[in-house]
């Protein structure tokens, strides 16, 4: 994958950046805004940098690498991506310098069952003059305990509907989760009557253009997080001595370490190509979103899986940061839908494709 100067400059300040960092510190996401990454792509005109989705796709490289904890994916890619791709002109005048500046953002959407499906959301929206009362419960909201911001997903009488709705609200409720990946934040919102305001019109499409941006995306942390996990389990090895030589030295060791490097690049060039896809409004964005989604999700856990089988006993200590990875895999996998699901929807398409065409000829 070759970047431009721009581009490689921007992935160098975040891995500058990134690596003067001191564990525990909780200013990144603020010194991650003062280089303009939270409005990559949000366009100028709303206070953003005017990039798209591959810049984007650097910088949620870098942030997976070492699995820091941010509001890239579910802030300035989930629910700006979801604002943009409403229509609502005033609605993104209003919300999305706030976002481009580093505000939280996050999207209410998806139910206990995290399909994550456009046409299912977890909340009911009820026109109530001079606007909406919304109520339901939705699951795995991105930073939802402290966003500033929040948008719902919503069913209305013409079906899916995008809201925003005030988090001082009394009918709002958030509480954080417990997640098997202590550094991705998860919440449940209960809404109990509280005020909805509608931002643009039916918003299935909309849903659907934000998940599968958020599918590149994540499929980007993905392949950052497993480069870095190879690379850690490359130097252990070079390390480790055995029967007295390095267990690097061993050629069936070198070989699932070749296994693992054309794995990770393989999936790095799927992550690059539908985040270019994106980029180019391609048709068949949705089928490269789902496909990264699927290959990155089993590249992740296969890495992470070897890293923790090669580091033997230190690799499933608290101390060692192999646990976190396998974490980081099992629980990127479940996200924007599982990898299952996914496959079904590239299945169904598929044979959609094969079926009007025959029925052309």
Do not use: N
Request: hydrophobic letters at 45%; charged letters at 20%.
């Amino acid at each position: 994958m070759q970047l431009t100067v721009e581009q490689r400059a921007l992935r160098d300040a975040i891995r500058g950046l990134l690596t003067r960092r001191r564990p525990g510190d909780e200013g990144v996401w603020r010194w991650l805004a003062e280089i303009g990454v939270p409005g990559l792509s949000i366009p100028e005109r709303h206070g953003g940098a005017g990039a798209g989705p591959v810049e984007t796709h650097i910088a949620a490289e870098e942030l997976g690498r070492d699995l820091i904890p941010s509001p890239l994916l579910g802030s300035a890619v989930l629910a700006a991506q979801a604002l943009l791709a409403s229509g609502d002109d005033a609605a993104c005048g209003r919300l999305l310098p706030a976002i481009a500046d580093g505000t939280v953002a996050a999207l209410a959407w998806t139910t206990a069952a995290g399909h994550w499906d456009p046409d299912e959301v977890a909340c009911r929206a009820t026109a109530a003059a001079p606007g909406w009362i919304l109520h339901g419960a939705a699951h795995y909201v991105l930073d939802g305990e402290t966003a500033a911001i929040l948008l719902v997903a919503a069913r209305t009488p013409e079906g899916s509907g995008l809201f925003e709705v005030d988090v001082r609200d009394a009918g709002v409720s958030r509480s954080a989760v417990t997640t098997m990946d202590e550094s991705r934040g998860l919440a449940v919102v209960r809404l109990d009557g509280a005020a909805g305001r509608r931002i643009g019109g039916p918003a299935a499409s909309a849903l659907a253009r934000a998940r599968d941006l958020a599918c590149i995306t994540l499929s980007a942390e993905q392949v950052g997080a497993a480069r870095r996990a190879l690379d850690m389990t490359v130097e252990y090895t070079k390390v480790r001595v055995q029967f007295g030589r390095p267990i690097g030295g061993f050629q069936a060791l070198q070989h699932r370490m070749a296994d693992l490097h054309v794995l990770v690049e393989s999936a790095r060039s799927l992550s690059y190509a539908a985040a270019r896809a994106a980029d180019a409004g391609a048709q068949d964005t949705g089928l490269r979103a789902a496909a990264a989604k699927v290959y990155c999700s089993e590249t992740l856990h296969r890495v992470a899986a070897e890293m923790i089988q090669l580091h033997g006993a230190i690799g499933i200590t608290w101390e060692h940061d192999a646990h976190r990875y396998l974490k980081r895999a099992h629980g990127s996998a479940q996200l924007f839908g599982r990898p299952a699901e996914h496959v079904a929807r590239i299945a169904a398409e598929i044979i959609d494709r094969r079926s009007s065409r025959r029925a052309g000829a």
